[in-house]
């Protein structure tokens, strides 16, 4: 459902900020993939990370990178593709969306899309600001 795949996205969210592994790979099924795609145009990892270990420990360290980051970063759940995903913003610009594929209590798959044009066209279809900062560059 709906309200279970949002609770699993918020648990999930919840886990990173903590910053730790075991809670994050509890939420994981042991084959997960994630994926990502910066469509040539921003960097992403150019291969599936696979494994519970490798994945939450990719997002433990993603979580304490942005924690750090010298610019404020806004986190927004919205409906994308009919679920719910996170949308990471920075400086007025989308900059991630990542979304999430389980069961309701485990996560199978993470896909998370830098890829300037894909973000534009969500951008788009969720009606926010024209943003000139998101760029190939």
Known sequence: SRERHERLL??????????????LQRLLSEDVVMRSDGG????????????SE???????G???????????VEFRVCEVNGRPALIT???????HV???????TTINNVYIVLNP?????????LNLNPNPALSTH
């Open 89 to 95: 913003i920075e400086e007025g610009a989308i900059r």
């Open 54 to 60: 490798r994945v939450a420990r990719f997002f433990l």
């Open 117 to 125: 044009d894909k973000l534009e066209a969500i951008r788009r279809h």
């Open 62 to 72: 993603l979580g304490s990178k942005l924690a750090r980051h010298p610019v404020p």
């Open 10 to 23: 918020y648990e999930f969210m919840v886990a990173i900020r903590a910053g730790q592994l075991e809670p």
């Open 40 to 51: 040539g145009k921003r960097s992403a990892a150019t291969k599936p990370v696979l494994g």
């Open 98 to 104: 990542l979304t999430l594929e389980g069961d309701g």
